[in-house]
């Protein structure tokens, strides 16, 4: 059953802490993003990935971190300096080749509170 | 600046009844349009797409139709049911921050009265 996949469904920050959201795809697509949806706002482009090793700032990634080791695996570090992190975190990919305005199919999402 | 944006918030309507969803670009350059369908609490959910050299282009009961002289496009639901209530936003493949990438639009909520 081919998809993307995120984990956890909600994710619980303490201040000062460090948290790391999962994104896993398996349908062999080169390129990987992260979105973040603030309530009645669209999506905003925090990383994007187009292939492994590499990866490229959004439009918001100040207090972000992500790596691509893997093709199928892109995580996304909300850190301490991310100052208002509650959000509707998606990560979605694409097949990749023909720049990053194509298709991008979407996982199911985390939302990430702050205690 | 470039925008994608949507002329109405919120839309009822009547179960049965056909639904439109507009939404306004601002990038003639853009080549390629994605309508989206977010359900509450998940992730957005491919509906449609359309390249600018078509003006329409045709799914199972969503139509989707593109008028590049005034940059609008629209997203139309044959038969509206109970379960097409969600957020509908538009994409479009734009130039922006020295990179192209899709730019998504705020979203109209679409709900659907038995």
């Known amino acids: 059953d081919g998809g993307i996949t995120q984990s956890p469904k909600y994710l619980f920050r303490k201040e000062g802490q460090n948290v790391t959201l999962s994104c896993e795809q398996n349908l062999n697509h080169d390129a990987m993003y992260w979105y973040r949806q603030d309530p009645g706002q669209g999506l905003r482009l925090i990383y994007y990935?187009?292939?492994?090793?590499?990866?490229q700032k959004g439009d918001i990634a100040e207090g972000y971190s992500v790596s691509r080791e893997k093709k199928e695996s892109f995580p996304l570090t909300v850190t301490s300096a991310q100052k208002n992190p509650t959000a509707f975190y998606l990560c979605?990919?694409?097949?990749?080749?023909?720049?990053?305005?194509?298709?991008?199919?979407f996982g199911p999402g985390t939302r990430l509170l702050v205690l | 600046g470039e925008s994608v944006g949507l002329h109405l918030p919120t839309l009822s309507v009547q179960e049965g009844d056909n639904s439109i969803i507009n939404c306004a670009y601002s990038?003639?350059?853009?080549?390629?349009f994605i309508w989206y369908k977010q359900e509450s609490g998940k992730g957005p959910q491919f509906i449609i797409d359309?390249?600018?050299?078509?003006d329409k282009r045709q799914g199972q009961r969503v139509t989707v139709l593109l008028n590049k002289t005034v940059k609008h496009l629209s997203l139309q639901i044959a038969a509206t049911q109970p379960g097409d209530s969600a957020v509908y936003f538009c994409?479009?493949?734009?130039?922006?921050?020295?990179?192209?990438?899709?730019?998504f639009g705020a979203g109209t909520r679409l709900a659907v009265h038995p």
């Open positions: 990038n003639s350059a853009s080549d390629y």
């Open positions: 359309i390249r600018s050299n078509m």
């Open positions: 990935s187009q292939i492994v090793n590499d990866f």
């Open positions: 994409a479009e493949n734009g130039r922006s921050g020295g990179y192209n990438k899709l730019i």
């Open positions: 979605a990919s694409s097949r990749g080749g023909a720049g990053i305005g194509e298709t991008q199919y």
